[in-house]
């Protein structure tokens, strides 16, 4: 019993030490990491490669598919090279194995020594998060290791005896136990070190032991389809190509199998030696030849598991991806990216209006529902995703970001309030009370709307890229905007002494619009301030030019 439970305990090690690399690796080199695996990935060779070095960065290819399939679902990354990274990983996981089989025990403690100390003295720097990733690669040879210590008096024991004793070489039974051997250890890696221990023991012959490593590189795809239960299906696609790529090797090897035993039992290498040469063979040669169809791949998963459409018209939150949310970074370029779509709604809710204020279309009123639904759900999403940040572990930076996320994602929706009362002020005048604008004060408002449009997509544009120059010419704008309004409301007051019958007939309608197109203009135009700060958003002058010298 204390033998199983210090296996069970050596493998959580394993995986809190591959959560602390991962998380380290993410905090320091996130935002790079997101880059290199989002961009210039056309190239399948160059994915190949990408997927290699972070999985050695990582220590394990389950990070790396959490990774890729978290850029995939969030539609970052396309599906193509998304497999070809994942291919990639494969190979980094036989190449670390490989390391792994030196003699690094003196290595774990100083890992783990000088992690502590760098992460305990600059907690919050990018030192202290290196430091943060030294104890995790520490603990993870550690763990590894006890795991090899912990499996060995299992091994002895006369049942596991009699149980691999029945391993006489089938293929596919071999294949299914070592499967179970990486999902128990949670680590094809773990499980391949351990078949290689038992080889070496002469527990298990050549050939078991191969059908073993098989085995656990399927294993690792099973993980890593497991794990992505919960994402949508472009993410799971990933995975599920990554496990069938693994299930076509081992019907590529079938054939071969025998003579390719046969071969390496001529070779004058241990039997420890052998393990881990094939496992990185196998890889590399599986992984290189597969890499050439990863196009019909994407098709066959694509077919496999479809995206399912929207229901009921409510839009569903692409960009907010639970696994980012212990990366800061990650997760507040997850939560921009999901706020610059519901301003793109709010876009697609006020553009409408130029066409109800002329008259030419007057049923928009379900259009507006769906669109002001829709607009809730991201923005109760978007709080909810922000929310479930530990805003202690966010630097000064990140906070002032999480803040500008917050503000304009509760502007958006209450433009989108505003918006939808608007339009149906507009139709009741128009089809209630049969009552029309006159052409000089339809001219104007749908003047004030285009400026409002144009001032939205502004202030999202200045919200994504902090630009200051950008954010003077918004300000500049929204007091444009300020001056136009003044003025429209004076010439509408005119008429109404002209004794203009229209004007007359829709006063109380016209002034209260401009009033909400004011109130909208102030909500697009708050993401200019947080960009200036205080110091240079003055309320009458900015670049010493008056307000009324920007007015028509």
Request: hydrophobic share 50%.
């Amino acid at each position: 019993m204390l033998t199983l439970l210090n296996l069970l305990s050596a493998v959580a090690l394993l995986i809190w030490g591959t959560h602390i690399v991962r998380t380290g690796i993410l905090r320091v080199y996130g935002s790079h990491l997101r880059r290199v695996l989002s961009q210039n990935m056309s190239k399948r060779p160059l994915a190949f490669v990408a997927g290699i070095l972070v999985t050695a960065m990582v220590q394990s290819s389950n990070a790396t598919a959490m990774l890729v399939t978290s850029f995939v679902g969030q539609g970052l990354m396309a599906l193509t090279p998304a497999l070809a990274i994942m291919l990639g990983a494969d190979v980094g996981t036989a190449l670390m194995a490989r390391v792994l089989t030196f003699d690094l025990s003196w290595l774990s403690p100083l890992l783990i020594f000088l992690g502590v100390i760098f992460f305990l003295s600059r907690k919050q720097t990018r030192a202290g998060q290196l430091g943060r990733v030294g104890i995790g690669l520490g603990l993870i040879i550690l763990a590894l290791q006890l795991i090899v210590e912990a499996a060995a008096p299992i091994t002895q024991a006369q049942g596991v005896k009699v149980l691999f004793a029945s391993l006489t070489g089938d293929i596919l039974l071999d294949a299914l136990v070592g499967a179970l051997f990486a999902m128990v250890s949670y680590s094809s890696l773990a499980a391949v070190l351990l078949t290689a221990t038992l080889a070496g023991s002469a527990v298990i012959s050549l050939p078991v032991a191969i059908g073993l490593v098989i085995g656990a590189n399927i294993g690792s795809g099973v993980l890593a389809f497991l794990s992505t239960s919960m994402q949508n299906a472009a993410g799971r696609q990933v995975a599920l190509g990554s496990l069938l790529y693994k299930l076509i090797g081992l019907i590529l090897i079938i054939p071969v199998l025998d003579p390719l035993v046969h071969w390496m039992d001529s070779l004058t290498f241990s039997p420890q030696e052998l393990v881990i040469g094939f496992h990185l063979l196998y890889n590399t040669v599986r992984c290189l030849l597969l890499l050439t169809t990863v196009k019909p791949m994407s098709r066959l998963c694509a077919w496999l598991l479809p995206e399912r459409e929207e229901q009921n018209g409510h839009a569903a939150a692409r960009h907010l991806d639970p696994t980012a949310l212990a990366t800061p970074s990650l997760a507040l370029a997850n939560a921009v990216r999901e706020t610059l779509r519901l301003g793109d709604l709010v876009d697609s809710m006020l553009e409408p209006m130029l066409n109800v204020l002329r008259g030419s279309q007057t049923a928009v009123t379900q259009q507006v529902r769906y669109l002001s639904e829709d607009i809730d759900a991201l923005y109760n999403a978007i709080k909810l995703y922000l929310a479930q940040m530990p805003r202690e572990d966010l630097s000064e930076q990140d906070s002032r970001r999480w803040a500008e996320i917050i503000e304009l994602s509760i502007n958006l929706k209450l433009a989108s309030d505003l918006i939808e009362r608007m339009l149906r002020k507009v139709q009741q005048q128009k089809t209630a009370q049969r009552r029309e604008f006159s052409d000089v004060g339809l001219q104007e408002l749908t003047g004030l709307q285009t400026q409002l449009l144009a001032n939205l997509r502004l202030g999202l544009s200045v919200f994504l890229s902090a630009d200051p120059e950008s954010a003077r010419q918004l300000l500049r704008e929204k007091r444009r905007f300020r001056a136009q309004e003044r003025r429209l409301a004076h010439a509408h007051v005119s008429r109404l002494q002209r004794q203009v019958v229209q004007s007359i007939e829709t006063s109380s309608l016209h002034l209260e619009l401009i009033a909400d197109m004011k109130r909208l203009n102030s909500l697009f135009c708050s993401s200019a301030y947080v960009v200036l700060g205080g110091n240079e958003t003055g309320a009458l002058m900015i670049d010493g030019v008056p307000d009324d010298a920007h007015s028509p």
